[in-house]
C-alpha cells in the first residue's frame, strides 16, 4: 500500500527542518567554537576534529535516504578508497546522495567536499556550515579560483588527510533544454553530439587538476542514474520518496590514476571530453538494458550505526534551541 502523496510531502518538510534546525545547531555549539579557538594554533588538528562532526552531521542523509526512505544504492565498478581523490561526476539532480553515499562506505564522509559555486557560502546554516569546514568556493575566475584550490589543497597535504573532491565539468543540472542548447552547441562547434551528456567545461576541470597536483594521485570517473522517479529526482522529490515503491540510484565507477594525465592542457582537455564520451556510452547502455555494466559491489550498512548517530544529533538540537528560546 503507497503512502499519500500528502503524508510523505509532510514528512519531507519534517526530515528538511530536522536538516536544517541540526546543521545550525552543529555549527554553532561544534565546529565554530573549533574554528575560533583550535584553527588559528593548528589548522591540521582543527581539520581532523572538524571531519569527525562533518562525518556525523551527513550519516543524517544517507539514514533518512536509504534506511527510512528505501532507497537503494547500486554500484558497480569499485568502491572509492579512503586516499586523496578527484571525483568527475555526471550532474542529473542533486547527487549529494550519491556523494555521501559513497562517501559513507569509503571511510571519508568528513571528507567529503565539492567544487562549489561562491554565492552558497552566505546561505544560513548549510553554506556557513560548509564556509567553516574549507569547501572550496569557486567564482570563475579562473585566477583566484586556481589560488584558491591550491590554498585548499595545501591544508588537506599538510594536514595528510584523504579529502574527497567532487567537481561537475557540467556546470549545471541536465534538463531537457539545457541538454538540447549543449547539442546544438556542439554541432555548431564540430564537437561530439551526445545524448545523455552535456559538454563538459574544460577550463574548470584543467584549473582544478593542475591545482591538486600535489594531492591527489588518483581521479573518479562517477556515472549516475536514476530508477524510479519519472525523471532525476529535486530535492523534494528525493525526500518525499515513496518507500514501498522500489527506487534505485544506479551508480557505476572507474578509476584513473592522474599520472597517466596529458601533461599539457589542450591534452588535458581532450582527456576530459574522452571520459565523459564514455560517461554518454554507459548511459545509452544503460537505456538499453537497465544497469550499468559489470558486477554488483556489495556495500550495505548498519543502519543501528547511523541511527545513532541521528539520535545524538536530535539531542544537540533540541539542547540548543531550548537553549536559544530561554534566552531570546
Keep these: 500500500m503507497s503512502i499519500p502523496k500528502p503524508l510523505r510531502l509532510l514528512l519531507a518538510v519534517v526530515y528538511g527542518a530536522y536538516l536544517l534546525l541540526s546543521i545550525t545547531a552543529g555549527l554553532f555549539c561544534t565546529v565554530l567554537p573549533m574554528y575560533l579557538i583550535l584553527r588559528p594554533f593548528s589548522e591540521a588538528f582543527y581539520l581532523n576534529m572538524s571531519a569527525h562532526f562533518q562525518s556525523s552531521y551527513l550519516t543524517v542523509f544517507p539514514f533518512v535516504l536509504e534506511k527510512l526512505l528505501g532507497i537503494r544504492i547500486r554500484l558497480t565498478g569499485m568502491l572509492p578508497v579512503k586516499e586523496p581523490e578527484l571525483v568527475l561526476s555526471n550532474h542529473l ?176 582537455r581532450q582527456w576530459l571530453m574522452d571520459c565523459f564520451a564514455e560517461k554518454d556510452k554507459l548511459l545509452t547502455e544503460f537505456q538499453a538494458t537497465g544497469k550499468f555494466p559489470g558486477s554488483v559491489v556489495k556495500t550495505e550498512v548498519s543502519g543501528l550505526v547511523m541511527f545513532l548517530h541521528v539520535v545524538a544529533w536530535g539531542v544537540l538540537t533540541w539542547f540548543f534551541w531550548t537553549a536559544f528560546v530561554r534566552l531570546f
Design 93 to 268: 539532480s542533486h547527487e549529494w546522495t550519491v556523494m555521501y553515499g559513497l562517501g559513507y562506505r569509503s571511510g571519508v564522509l568528513g571528507l567529503v567536499r565539492t567544487v562549489i559555486k561562491d554565492v552558497i557560502q552566505y546561505v544560513p546554516g548549510f553554506g556557513w556550515g560548509m564556509w567553516v569546514l574549507y569547501w572550496p568556493f569557486v567564482s570563475r575566475d579562473f585566477s583566484k579560483d586556481e589560488a584558491k584550490l591550491k590554498s585548499f589543497a595545501g591544508s588537506y597535504e599538510r594536514a595528510k588527510l584523504p579529502v574527497q573532491l567532487w567537481l561537475y565539468p557540467e556546470g549545471t543540472r541536465q534538463t531537457k533544454s539545457k541538454l538540447l542548447s549543449s547539442q546544438q552547441y556542439a554541432k555548431q562547434k564540430g564537437y561530439p553530439v551526445w545524448n545523455h551528456i552535456m559538454l563538459p567545461r574544460h577550463r574548470g576541470f584543467v584549473v582544478t587538476v593542475n591545482a591538486l597536483a600535489s594531492l591527489v594521485r588518483t581521479i573518479l570517473s562517477v556515472t549516475v542514474q536514476y530508477e524510479g522517479w519519472r525523471k532525476a529526482p529535486s530535492v523534494v522529490q528525493l525526500f518525499s520518496t515513496d518507500p514501498t515503491r522500489p527506487h534505485v540510484i544506479h551508480v557505476h565507477v572507474k578509476s584513473y590514476a592522474t599520472a597517466a594525465l596529458p601533461a599539457d592542457d589542450e591534452g588535458k
